[in-house]
């Protein structure tokens, strides 16, 4: 993440994978089959259809069941109860251990066909004669983590469902992937249960709305501020009454301002919520940089994980969501 300006595939690929310090323990504790078997015990027999964010119609004379799926929406549609087969993208550690990315996927029963950005293995994942792959979307029309030099290949191989991250709710985004999963057979077992935690802690929220809060990550040479419209998990915070901050002039691209470490102090801050992802930095080597150091919110403690790819299920969002409660829980608004 060099350079003064962040590409926004980039930003993303580094400033979304850093929940490496938070433990996604959410539920969903069915046995998975091993990778080959059928993603759901959805009947085969009836014809399949959905309507993707890209407003594209896919008709199948059958429902997909051997799936597969970018480990995002990997994470969402295993919490309904949907188990892909194969994923792609940050899925497991340098020491071999999962990448909280992929939530509560159980990646020893899943092949794996790239864990980095630009890298999908397209031999093996016509080997497993896929019938569907799922993928997120930052941007209408581009999966995330297909490369665009094996796109056209890939979209030969097997239908796909795009889901639009950007500009939209958490709420509408894990309502289009309960809508995927329902059609494809969802065994949707600790949904209900999920769902009341989540709305729970959505409404505790509101309590907190006294306290202004920064969200940002970290590189070596920079902090990234960014702009809550773009991101669900902030569209989701901001209407249930937080006061993030919206940065002033963002750039190219709209999902962040970035600043350098001198200008730290820019916005004011009750509380900061720094990306966990693995690609920046933690919170030992920012507190290196004196100006950020100095920060009121960071002086005063109230410095705290922010769980930038949660997975988009209800699961997901109510383990996220409790935690940044309990957290909040201890700040206090500052002079």
Known sequence: ?????????????????LGAALALGACGGESAPTAGAPATSAPAAEGWTFTDDRDRKLELDKTPSRIVAQV????????????????FGPHKLDDGTKDPQVGNVDITKVEGLGNVWDEFNVEKYISLQPDLLVSSMYVKGTLWYVPDKSKETIEQVAPTVGVMLTGRSATEVIGTYEQ????????MEGVPEAKARMEAATKELARFKDLRILLMSGG????????????PDLVHLTTAGLNVVTPSKVDEGGFFQTLSWENADTYDADVILYDTRTQSLKPEEMLKKPTFAKLPAVEAGQLYPWNAEAP?????????????????????ALP
């Open 180 to 187: 995927l999963a329902r059609s494809l057979g969802a065994t």
């Open 220 to 231: 070596p040479d920079a902090m990234w501020v960014v702009n809550p419209p773009e991101y």
């Open 312 to 332: 988009y299920s209800y699961q997901g969002y109510a383990v996220f969501l409790e935690g940044l409660v309990a957290n909040l829980k201890k700040a206090k």
């Open 72 to 87: 995002g929406a990997a994470a969402a549609l295993w919490d309904f109860g949907v188990r892909p087969i194969a994923v």
């Open 1 to 17: 993440m060099s350079g003064p300006v962040l590409a926004r595939r980039d930003f993303l690929a580094s400033a979304a994978g």
